[in-house]
């Protein structure tokens, strides 16, 4: 994508290119390598190739109720 926006000299720094990516999967609130899973996803998708995703979780947002029942912690 830099290249594709003539920021060569950028998609050539290994260190900018790391950081980037991390920064990236921490504002999107994943892991670096499942947003690199979803990039490639999206270019094989775009490129006409299928390929089978893992499933994944949904990620609940911190602090958020949990539909779960609390289990009894009381030993009887």
């Known amino acids: 994508a830099l290249r594709d926006g003539g920021l060569d000299s950028l998609a050539e720094d290994p260190q900018f290119v790391s950081v980037t990516r991390k920064e ?7 892991g670096v390598e499942d947003m690199e899973g ?8 775009q490129s006409g190739k299928v390929t089978k995703r893992k499933r994944r979780p949904i ?3 911190p602090g958020a109720k ?3 029942p609390k289990e009894s912690t009381s030993a009887v």
Request: glycine content about 0%; hydrophobic content about 50%.
């Open 59 to 61: 990620p609940v947002p």
């Open 66 to 68: 949990s539909t779960k």
């Open 24 to 30: 990236l999967a921490e504002a999107i609130n994943v």
């Open 38 to 45: 979803m990039a490639k996803s999206i270019v094989n998708e």
